[in-house]
């Protein structure tokens, strides 16, 4: 027997969200979803959430289970049950609940519709297929298997305290038609997806990768279109700058400048953007939390360049 | 009263493909249960069927004819015509609107070999091809967001016809529990398929029958009702799918003494027979106690095409395998059975998506119909695999350009809007203020249980007696249910109850046409009556919803090149 401890919420009844139990035998090879069903099915009719494919395609039945989120369908019921012999199942993160396991997805859309999630070609279409290589067919093919859940988007640390993040969803669909050789309008593309929101306000903490139930993951897309910025030139911002910054530092001494990267990263012609990081600067200097004036290389500073050198090859 | 020009029901591939013609000239609603990007053509696997002979010269006539001798000679031949020359500018069509396919080295659209096609001729994207397909087509839906709008979580409930006239449909918000009216100078029924009514079914939760019930209410037959596909590779018990593309790369089926049984069956095709002759020969197997282990199981096993192989061509049936049942297929074989898939049946409509009413062509004014909620028919009594996801989109476009000229040529017809809302509302009151002592969950699954046992791949006269038996004590059970939340909002538990209601009116009509067609043909079987018969049933059944009952008629089959012929493989 496990029990699942399981979030309810009904506006029609109550304001505040609370905690129910129930207990329930999970049978060999029950999916969470198998579960969930039972529940609702013998249990308690009043039980909310989506499904609909059962098979890992439809993307309707996300959830948290023990504080991360899942695709219900995909997942043994089993495997999931904690050593004190209960799962959790809560809502999806960073979306407004509207009954029990069921939020409202529409951020989310917002977000997927703000990247022109659809291929603007350059050339008039020809009379057959547009050709495209099975190499750059896989650049685009881990992207293409999204099935929008909003598992990644539900447990991105950005997101909790950034609204105006895309988020990873939205960028992994975007990289999807970055590296689309089909597609015509890559640097503005990268252009957009460079401005405050888009790519360089992604924290690299990877989240996405570890919840994210298909190829998809998000972190390693938005790290492609990162490259393709970089290399289409887009580097007028303040990610790109850093991103740049931090690169040259290492290159050059083996570890971080603290004192010249924040100074590149906002631009060193940028005055009003230095003189933001004055009062930074000047707190830590009293605080004596400044970084040494002058940067040292580290003892190995040379196999740092070789690893470069083999880099650039 | 909400008020468009014209309005979908279902997002799907047909419903999708239908809005954007629509939305060339018109005002276009999208109405469905779930969000668009969710629907269940997204679940298809393996291809979609054109003849562009990419890897090996290929012909619309070849195409043609192994339609038809798959359909086992009940297709419409002047449809299936149209809709094999239609495959290959909607497949470049397709590939312009951004879809994502596997290539070849030269940068074609790479085709593989798929069941009963005498020619490698699905296209593909790796083993998702219905999902990069649904998602190009909602790309395309959020580009012309301006004059189309997205109702989605909305159900259906049913039909407004005056006469031989549609003017619109009842609704309900599910997130509100509002009811409205809808009312249009064009109706587009892409509601899918029913497999939800089989025990084992590959289908999603979404697929019951809520359309075609609708229709079938308002005075519409059903035609070919009986002929239900069952895939040969569903994971045994979930039944969920893995791909025909695991055969048509090179998969073998073995029984418990690891034979490859298709020799006995089928020996030029072997795995690559038709799904009917597959599922039936599988059944066979395990019907003679040789399924692995003594169970119903069967064994597809990939281990001899190599990882590399599994990996770049079936990368998600690996995974599935890996998640559903713990197995990996580049190790072990997978265990599978028959599973419910494809409903051949469907809404009378001509070759252009217009409903009809008899077996004269009598038009529904207004009224159209495309994808699996549709018969055309171009599949006859058994489907070819990668041919359903064309049939969404050559026949969703088709719908959606004879909606739109007809739609320009009328205005909004008038609609009693409180009489019609009013029938919704006393159902909603109706199931609310039950309080018998049956419980839904029950009915569901006895309905569930008889359907796979007694309808499924081999049927006979005894048994589809006690099936309809059974199916219409539970109806009466279903009047003495009890539901549990009476709230308004996102109430997913009464919607599954009028779900169910639809589902076992269509239970019915499958197993009534099934237990009136004595022959076997296609994917209807029957064992009293094992050949077909050419003589008594080359014809398509129409069910109808009379005062007294149920009404089976006749509609003739159209054959303009191929006379039918034994079906051998």
Same mark, same amino acid.
């Given at each position: 027997?496990?029990?699942?401890?399981?979030?309810?919420?009904?506006?029609?009844?109550?304001?505040?969200?609370?905690?129910?139990?129930?207990?329930?035998?999970?049978?060999?090879?029950?999916?969470?979803?198998?579960?969930?069903? $039972?529940? !609702?099915?013998?249990?308690?009719?009043?039980?909310?959430?989506?499904? #609909?494919?059962?098979?890992?395609? *439809? /993307?309707? +039945?996300?959830?948290?289970?023990?504080?991360?989120?899942?695709?219900?369908?995909?997942?043994?019921?089993?495997?999931?049950?904690?050593?004190?012999?209960?799962?959790?199942?809560?809502?999806?993160?960073?979306?407004?609940?509207?009954?029990?396991?069921?939020?409202?997805?529409?951020?989310?859309?917002?977000?997927?519709?703000?990247?022109?999630?659809?291929?603007?070609?350059?050339?008039?279409?020809?009379?057959? $297929?547009? !050709?495209?290589?099975?190499?750059?067919?896989?650049?685009?093919?881990? #992207?293409?298997?999204?099935?929008? *859940? /909003?598992? +990644?988007?539900?447990?991105?640390?950005?997101?909790?305290?950034?609204?105006?993040?895309?988020?990873?969803?939205?960028?992994?669909?975007?990289?999807?038609?970055?590296?689309?050789?089909?597609?015509?309008?890559?640097?503005?593309?990268?252009?957009?997806?460079?401005?405050?929101?888009?790519?360089?306000?992604?924290?690299?903490?990877?989240?996405?990768?570890?919840?994210?139930?298909?190829?998809?993951?998000?972190?390693?897309?938005?790290?492609?279109?990162?490259?393709?910025?970089?290399?289409?030139?887009?580097?007028?911002?303040?990610?790109?700058?850093?991103?740049?910054?931090?690169?040259?530092?290492?290159?050059?001494?083996?570890?971080?400048?603290?004192?010249?990267?924040?100074?590149?990263?906002?631009?060193?012609?940028?005055?009003?953007?230095?003189?933001?990081?004055?009062?930074?600067?000047?707190?830590?200097?009293?605080?004596?939390?400044?970084?040494?004036?002058?940067?040292?290389?580290?003892?190995?500073?040379?196999?740092?360049?070789?690893?470069?050198?083999?880099?650039?090859? | 009263?909400?008020?468009?020009?014209?309005?979908?029901?279902?997002?799907?591939?047909?419903?999708?493909?239908?809005?954007?013609?629509?939305?060339?000239?018109?005002?276009?609603?999208?109405?469905?249960?779930?969000?668009?990007?969710?629907?269940?053509?997204?679940?298809?696997?393996?291809?979609?069927?054109?003849?562009?002979?990419?890897?090996?010269?290929?012909?619309?006539?070849?195409?043609?004819?192994?339609?038809?001798?798959?359909?086992?000679?009940?297709?419409?031949?002047?449809?299936?015509?149209?809709?094999?020359?239609?495959?290959?500018?909607?497949?470049?069509?397709?590939?312009?609107?951004?879809?994502?396919?596997?290539?070849?080295?030269?940068?074609?659209?790479?085709?593989?070999?798929?069941?009963?096609?005498?020619?490698?001729?699905?296209?593909?994207?790796?083993?998702?091809?219905?999902?990069?397909?649904?998602?190009?087509?909602?790309?395309?839906?959020?580009?012309?967001?301006?004059?189309?709008?997205?109702?989605?979580?909305?159900?259906?409930?049913?039909?407004?016809?005056?006469?031989?006239?549609?003017?619109?449909?009842?609704?309900?918000?599910?997130?509100?529990?509002?009811?409205?009216?809808?009312?249009?100078?064009?109706?587009?029924?892409?509601?899918?398929?029913?497999?939800?009514?089989?025990?084992?079914?590959?289908?999603?939760?979404?697929?019951?029958?809520?359309?075609?019930?609708?229709?079938?209410?308002?005075?519409?037959?059903?035609?070919?009702?009986?002929?239900?596909?069952?895939?040969?590779?569903?994971?045994?018990?979930?039944?969920?799918?893995?791909?025909?593309?695991?055969?048509?790369?090179?998969?073998?089926?073995?029984?418990?003494?690891?034979?490859?049984?298709?020799?006995?069956?089928?020996?030029?095709?072997?795995?690559?027979?038709?799904?009917?002759?597959?599922?039936?020969?599988?059944?066979?197997?395990?019907?003679?106690?040789?399924?692995?282990?003594?169970?119903?199981?069967?064994?597809?096993?990939?281990?001899?095409?190599?990882?590399?192989?599994?990996?770049?061509?079936?990368?998600?049936?690996?995974?599935?395998?890996?998640?559903?049942?713990?197995?990996?297929?580049?190790?072990?074989?997978?265990?599978?059975?028959?599973?419910?898939?494809?409903?051949?049946?469907?809404?009378?409509?001509?070759?252009?998506?217009?409903?009809?009413?008899?077996?004269?062509?009598?038009?529904?004014?207004?009224?159209?119909?495309?994808?699996?909620?549709?018969?055309?028919?171009?599949?006859?009594?058994?489907?070819?695999?990668?041919?359903?996801?064309?049939?969404?989109?050559?026949?969703?476009?088709?719908?959606?350009?004879?909606?739109?000229?007809?739609?320009?040529?009328?205005?909004?017809?008038?609609?009693?809007?409180?009489?019609?809302?009013?029938?919704?509302?006393?159902?909603?009151?109706?199931?609310?203020?039950?309080?018998?002592?049956?419980?839904?969950?029950?009915?569901?699954?006895?309905?569930?249980?008889?359907?796979?046992?007694?309808?499924?791949?081999?049927?006979?006269?005894?048994?589809?007696?006690?099936?309809?038996?059974?199916?219409?004590?539970?109806?009466?059970?279903?009047?003495?249910?009890?539901?549990?939340?009476?709230?308004?909002?996102?109430?997913?538990?009464?919607?599954?109850?009028?779900?169910?209601?639809?589902?076992?009116?269509?239970?019915?009509?499958?197993?009534?046409?099934?237990?009136?067609?004595?022959?076997?043909?296609?994917?209807?079987?029957?064992?009293?009556?094992?050949?077909?018969?050419?003589?008594?049933?080359?014809?398509?059944?129409?069910?109808?919803?009379?005062?007294?009952?149920?009404?089976?008629?006749?509609?003739?089959?159209?054959?303009?090149?191929?006379?039918?012929?034994?079906?051998?493989?």
């Amino acid at each position: 027997m496990a029990t699942f401890r399981i979030k309810r919420y009904n506006p029609e009844k109550q304001a505040e969200s609370y905690y129910e139990e129930f207990e329930l035998d999970i049978k060999h090879g029950m999916t969470l979803l198998d579960c969930m069903n $039972e529940i !609702k099915w013998t249990l308690d009719g009043s039980f909310t959430y989506r499904m #609909s494919c059962r098979s890992a395609i *439809c /993307g309707s +039945c996300a959830v948290k289970a023990n504080g991360h989120s899942l695709l219900a369908c995909q997942r043994q019921g089993a495997h999931l049950v904690k050593d004190d012999d209960t799962i959790v199942l809560e809502p999806l993160g960073n979306m407004k609940p509207i009954k029990d396991l069921a939020v409202d997805f529409k951020p989310f859309w917002d977000k997927i519709d703000k990247i022109n999630p659809y291929l603007q070609p350059n050339e008039k279409a020809p009379k057959e $297929e547009r !050709k495209q290589s099975p190499e750059q067919f896989r650049l685009i093919d881990d #992207s293409s298997t999204c099935i929008m *859940c /909003g598992a +990644c988007y539900s447990d991105c640390n950005v997101l909790e305290v950034d609204d105006n993040f895309l988020g990873p969803a939205a960028l992994a669909k975007a990289q999807r038609f970055v590296q689309d050789s089909r597609d015509g309008k890559t640097l503005e593309r990268v252009r957009d997806l460079s401005k405050p929101g888009g790519i360089w306000d992604c924290t690299h903490c990877a989240e996405c990768v570890e919840r994210c139930p298909k190829p998809a993951q998000p972190f390693h897309r938005i790290k492609e279109i990162m490259t393709v910025a970089l290399d289409q030139g887009v580097t007028n911002n303040n990610g790109a700058r850093h991103a740049l910054s931090f690169t040259k530092s290492v290159k050059s001494s083996g570890s971080l400048n603290e004192n010249i990267i924040p100074v590149e990263s906002v631009g060193i012609f940028n005055i009003k953007g230095l003189f933001d990081l004055l009062p930074v600067g000047l707190r830590m200097f009293f605080k004596g939390k400044n970084p040494p004036i002058f940067h040292k290389s580290i003892d190995d500073v040379e196999d740092v360049k070789r690893i470069y050198m083999e880099l650039d090859e | 009263m909400i008020k468009h020009d014209v309005v979908i029901v279902g997002s799907g591939l047909a419903g999708m493909r239908a809005a954007l013609e629509v939305c060339k000239d018109l005002d276009v609603a999208v109405l469905s249960k779930v969000y668009p990007t969710r629907s269940h053509s997204g679940a298809a696997q393996g291809g979609i069927a054109a003849s562009l002979g990419n890897s090996e010269p290929d012909s619309w006539e070849e195409h043609f004819y192994d339609t038809v001798k798959g359909g086992d000679f009940l297709n419409d031949q002047d449809a299936v015509e149209e809709f094999v020359k239609a495959a290959p500018s909607v497949i470049y069509e397709l590939e312009h609107l951004g879809c994502v396919f596997s290539r070849t080295p030269n940068g074609k659209i790479a085709q593989r070999s798929f069941g009963g096609h005498s020619k490698p001729r699905a296209c593909f994207s790796a083993d998702r091809t219905g999902h990069a397909i649904l998602h190009a087509l909602h790309e395309q839906l959020l580009k012309s967001a301006k004059s189309v709008k997205i109702y989605s979580e909305w159900y259906m409930h049913s039909l407004i016809l005056d006469g031989d006239r549609c003017n619109g449909i009842v609704v309900s918000d599910i997130r509100t529990g509002a009811v409205e009216v809808m009312q249009a100078r064009a109706v587009i029924f892409a509601t899918g398929g029913y497999g939800r009514v089989f025990n084992i079914t590959s289908n999603a939760f979404a697929g019951t029958a809520d359309g075609v019930m609708s229709a079938y209410r308002a005075g519409i037959p059903i035609e070919d009702a009986e002929f239900v596909q069952y895939h040969p590779s569903g994971l045994y018990r979930q039944g969920i799918l893995f791909s025909e593309a695991a055969r048509g790369e090179g998969g073998y089926l073995l029984n418990g003494k690891g034979e490859r049984f298709m020799e006995k069956y089928a020996p030029s095709r072997m795995e690559l027979a038709p799904r009917d002759i597959v599922a039936r020969a599988e059944q066979s197997e395990m019907d003679a106690g040789r399924g692995v282990d003594g169970k119903d199981i069967i064994h597809l096993d990939l281990r001899h095409l190599g990882k590399a192989r599994i990996m770049e061509r079936l990368p998600q049936i690996r995974q599935l395998g890996i998640d559903f049942i713990g197995v990996d297929c580049i190790t072990d074989p997978l265990p599978i059975q028959p599973t419910a898939h494809y409903s051949m049946g469907g809404i009378p409509v001509d070759k252009f998506g217009q409903v009809i009413s008899d077996a004269e062509g009598t038009p529904v004014k207004g009224f159209f119909a495309a994808g699996e909620c549709a018969c055309v028919s171009v599949h006859g009594a058994n489907r070819l695999g990668t041919n359903s996801l064309l049939d969404a989109v050559v026949f969703g476009e088709r719908a959606g350009k004879v909606a739109l000229e007809y739609a320009k040529t009328v205005g909004h017809a008038p609609v009693n809007e409180s009489h019609e809302k009013t029938k919704v509302l006393e159902l909603f009151e109706e199931i609310f203020q039950q309080d018998g002592g049956e419980c839904y969950n029950d009915i569901r699954n006895e309905m569930k249980t008889i359907m796979t046992e007694n309808c499924g791949v081999f049927r006979d006269a005894d048994r589809l007696k006690v099936c309809i038996e059974t199916i219409q004590n539970l109806r009466q059970r279903y009047k003495k249910g009890k539901v549990t939340d009476k709230g308004k909002v996102f109430n997913t538990e009464v919607y599954e109850i009028i779900e169910l209601g639809n589902m076992l009116g269509m239970a019915e009509v499958i197993a009534t046409a099934a237990l009136a067609r004595n022959e076997s043909r296609g994917g209807h079987h029957r064992t009293d009556f094992p050949k077909r018969d050419d003589q008594n049933f080359l014809k398509h059944s129409l069910v109808y919803l009379t005062d007294d009952g149920m009404e089976i008629k006749y509609k003739p089959v159209v054959i303009t090149k191929h006379q039918p012929a034994e079906r051998t493989y």
